[in-house]
């Protein structure tokens, strides 16, 4: 996946804190055996991660760490913006996660360490898209911990009872939200925002564009976007989205529940999802718009990354290359036993869809097959609140597509125009 949005695109709650109060769970580790060493200690944050047993399998991994000494902090609350200021304030751990990687700006400020190197002979074995989305002008700054996916779930028998069939395009999927708004349930969910916070690189991709061109200029000013957006105009107003649910769209209990026949989610909500609904949940992904365009679905990952002033740079740099890059058992458990996440490893990624059937193992043959990298690094937070403002203008507001996607272009082009 989750301002910036991090793993789920979306990380809500107790904003900019205190340290004191900011800190949540804290393990101490050190390595065992006769290789442990005294150095340190490593402090490596991560964020509140919603499943169970996240902060205890961190501590877990730090402890098998025999070269240093790692405390693993596990922080809540507005996770990215925390890291952003103790970074700025020189008040940084040595390694931390965040969302898709480093920011531009941090890689631009030298705030986060080149990484390049770390990777040895087993760059070829990770995602390359992921590797991309962390580099800038042939340096990597970021190690991919693992991949989550968002889509569309749906009830086949619901479905099937309405004389529905997966939607291919957005106007089969207006249509099929119309056919499936009967009774208690809603015909469709895209989030309580109405699909603001989580179609937009989907719309892109889908109508055969993208955030960005190859120079680095807006690619999302154009006739079938704006034809999408105001698509997505009508069925917010249609009332077949259902924009009162007790959960957003990050959460499985809306659609668990039978709130809704279809509904945006990601992989990590599918076993529960599963659990709670047996064999009548399948997958697909966000549909084709206008001529142009096919389906699509957004991935992303958290990056591993050093602090350029680590107190530990080596002892930091080591932690991550050991842990991401050649702790591949260790990898494919964070990937399978917390949630659902894909492996950032192409290697991991075969034995998983090995292991994993039905609806989950669809979902994560997206990733291959329709998948694309969440937003590029160059893309930073005033782009993305921009864009994010014309969507919501189109969505909620009703303004014209065109001339609110006009005004983000110009934002964009000058703020990306920093690092041409």
Not at 222 to 238: H, I, M, P, Q
Not at 339 to 353: A, D, I, M, N
Request: proline share 5%.
């Amino acid at each position: 996946m989750t301002a910036r949005l991090g793993r789920r695109a979306l990380l809500v709650g107790a904003g900019r804190l205190g340290l004191g109060a900011a800190l949540g769970g804290v393990a101490t580790a050190c390595g065992e055996g006769a290789g442990a060493q005294p150095t340190g200690p490593v402090s490596a944050w991560f964020h509140r991660y919603g499943e169970q047993g996240t902060t205890q399998a961190l501590a877990r991994y730090a402890h098998q760490f025999t070269s240093a000494r790692v405390d693993v902090r596990v922080v809540p609350g507005d996770y990215d913006a925390y890291a952003v200021d103790a970074l700025t304030a020189g008040t940084g751990p040595d390694v931390f996660e965040y969302a898709n990687g480093p920011t531009i700006d941090m890689v631009a400020s030298g705030q986060v360490a080149d990484l390049t190197d770390l990777l040895g002979e087993a760059r070829s074995d990770f995602t390359s898209s992921l590797l991309e989305q962390m580099s800038h002008r042939g340096r990597l700054y970021g190690i991919p911990q693992a991949t989550d996916v968002q889509m569309f779930v749906y009830r086949p028998s619901l479905l099937a009872q309405a004389g529905v069939t997966a939607p291919r395009t957005l106007d089969e999927l207006v249509s099929a939200a119309r056919a499936l708004n009967q009774g208690a349930a809603n015909g469709l969910f895209l989030g309580r925002a109405g699909g603001v916070d989580v179609v937009g690189g989907p719309l892109l991709w889908s109508s055969g564009h993208d955030y960005l061109t190859s120079s680095g200029h807006p690619a999302f000013v154009n006739a079938d976007v704006a034809a999408g957006l105001g698509t997505l105009r009508e069925l917010f107003v249609s009332g077949d989205l259902l924009l009162d649910a007790p959960a957003d769209w990050s959460d499985p209990t809306t659609f668990a529940q039978g709130r809704v026949a279809i509904a945006w989610t990601g992989l990590w909500a599918l076993p529960a999802i599963t659990a709670a609904l047996g064999d009548d949940v399948a997958v697909a992904p966000f549909p084709a718009v206008g001529t142009g365009g096919g389906p699509s679905v957004p991935f992303g990952a958290y990056g591993a990354v050093v602090n350029a002033h680590a107190q530990h740079s080596e002892a930091a740099r080591r932690f991550v290359q050991w842990l991401w890059v050649e702790r591949t058992d260790l990898q494919l458990d964070w990937a399978r036993s917390y949630g659902l996440h894909v492996p950032c490893r192409k290697s991991l990624v075969k034995r998983f869809e090995a292991e994993t059937t039905g609806a989950l193992g669809d979902a994560a043959d997206l990733v291959n097959t329709v998948g694309r990298p969440q937003k590029p690094l160059l893309w930073t937070q005033r782009c993305e609140t921009a864009f994010r403002d014309a969507l919501d203008h189109v969505i909620r507001g009703g303004a014209d597509p065109i001339i609110e996607l006009g005004v983000a272009g110009d934002i964009v082009d000058r703020e990306v125009g920093r690092f041409r």
